[in-house]
């Protein structure tokens, strides 16, 4: 007798959306979204990263601007009997602000006995300004302050022969931090994301590196004077240095400093390689740095070896800053601010600058820093010998 194994119909029936299931159930893998420049994947998606937008054939992403339009009020601080001038500003909000140098009053000093008083702060609560005189214990020793750095409302770094802090309640003076590893001066900068991670820069390649608790000297593998220092985070910080012969670019990545350094080169700019003295940087990117050099602003890869790309105002720098600007800051990388010698101020807001010609005087405008929808220009005046600050409030027309 032959035996035929045979299942019953239904199960042939059962057999055929078994098999269908088995086959949808594995999809090919979907395709890999190749996104364009400045764009990101999202849900499968190119779309523009922050700070960029599409443009209107939605084609590539074009960098968000700002708006130049700034309403501008001038304060004078100090009697300009002997000269007052502000080195640095820095602030939380619109409201608190501090500026740092050395202004003289010709109000009598009760404490010196003096004809006139000298202070090394001033204070904007939003209204006015109240001018400050930091003196630290044990020794209460004055110094005109250099820099200044704001982590919080209780947390104020200001530099001068040592670094002084607010604490919320006092002021604190580091006196014994130096151990022979001072900067044979005054400290130029300060800048820090953390209250665990503030950096100090100055005189023949000065680096500390304060964590909290301690002190650091760090190397920088230079001897050339530090005087700017920008960064995002811990990996991610820039400081260049210049001593009229050369110019010193450093980038440290959380563990070492590299250096990059450029000869300067003042009459052959070039729009593809990083040039000249470099006054001030300024970074919003881990990847990338602004540069600044009287022959515009380069923009550099943190791996750059030299190469960055050369954006210039319309107007040669030579023409408005007398061949050398200061300084470089801002709050993103399509507000920045420019300022150089005479009351020299730019705008730039990511695609065009913008020149403030009712500013140009007489006098540097040193430091700058844009807070909430305000920006805060200091500076001195040599025809009055006042210190200045210039303050900008912008609007939408």
């Not at 084609?59 to 640095?88: A, V």
């Not at 919080?152 to 006092?170: F, K, Q, Y």
């Not at 007398?322 to 807001?349: A, E």
Request: hydrophobic share 30%; with cysteine.
């Amino acid at each position: 007798m032959k035996i035929i194994n045979q299942l019953p119909r239904q199960a042939h029936f059962l057999l055929i959306p078994l098999s269908f299931f088995l086959i949808t159930a594995c999809p090919d893998p979907p395709e890999t979204i190749d996104c364009g420049t400045h764009q990101v994947e999202v849900n499968g998606d190119c779309e523009c990263e922050e700070g960029y937008h599409w443009d209107e054939d939605q084609s590539k992403c074009l960098m968000d601007t700002t708006s130049h339009n700034f309403t501008w009020e001038i304060d004078t601080l100090g009697s300009g009997l002997n000269g007052s001038f502000l080195l640095d500003v820095s602030g939380i909000d619109e409201d608190n602000v501090w500026a740092v140098g050395e202004i003289f009053t010709n109000k009598p000093d009760s404490t010196s006995g003096t004809e006139n008083s000298s202070y090394n702060s001033a204070y904007w609560n939003g209204n006015d300004w109240k001018l400050e005189k930091i003196q630290v214990p044990p020794y209460y020793f004055y110094s005109k302050r250099t820099s200044i750095y704001t982590v919080a409302l209780n947390d104020v770094w200001m530099g001068s022969t040592m670094p002084t802090h607010w604490n919320g309640v006092e002021w604190q003076g580091f006196n014994d931090w130096q151990n022979g590893w001072d900067f044979n001066g005054y400290i130029k900068a300060i800048w820090g994301n953390s209250s665990s991670n503030i950096y100090f820069i100055g005189k023949d390649g000065g680096i500390v590196h304060y964590d909290g608790n301690t002190f650091t000297k760090m190397e920088s593998g230079t001897d050339i004077d530090l005087i700017s220092i920008s960064g995002t985070g811990p990996d991610n910080v820039w400081i260049c240095g210049w001593d009229y012969e050369e110019s010193v670019l450093l980038h440290f990545d959380g563990n070492d400093w590299s250096k990059l350094l450029i000869q300067n080169q003042y009459l052959i700019p070039e729009s593809d390689n990083l040039t000249g003295p470099i006054t001030s940087v300024y970074t919003d990117d881990p990847d990338s740095v602004w540069a600044l050099t009287p022959f515009g602003i380069y923009r550099a890869h943190k791996n750059t070896d030299g190469k960055a790309i050369l954006i210039r105002p319309p107007t040669p720098i030579t023409d408005t800053w007398y061949g050398f600007p200061l300084h470089m800051g801002g709050k993103n990388h399509n507000d920045i601010f420019i300022t150089g010698y005479y009351t020299t101020v730019w705008h730039y807001n990511g695609k065009s600058f913008h020149h403030y010609d009712e500013l140009s005087g007489s006098g540097p405008i040193l430091e700058s820093a844009v807070i909430g929808n305000q920006v805060f220009l200091v500076g001195a005046s040599y025809t009055t010998t006042h210190a200045l600050v210039y303050r900008g409030t912008r609007f939408n027309p």
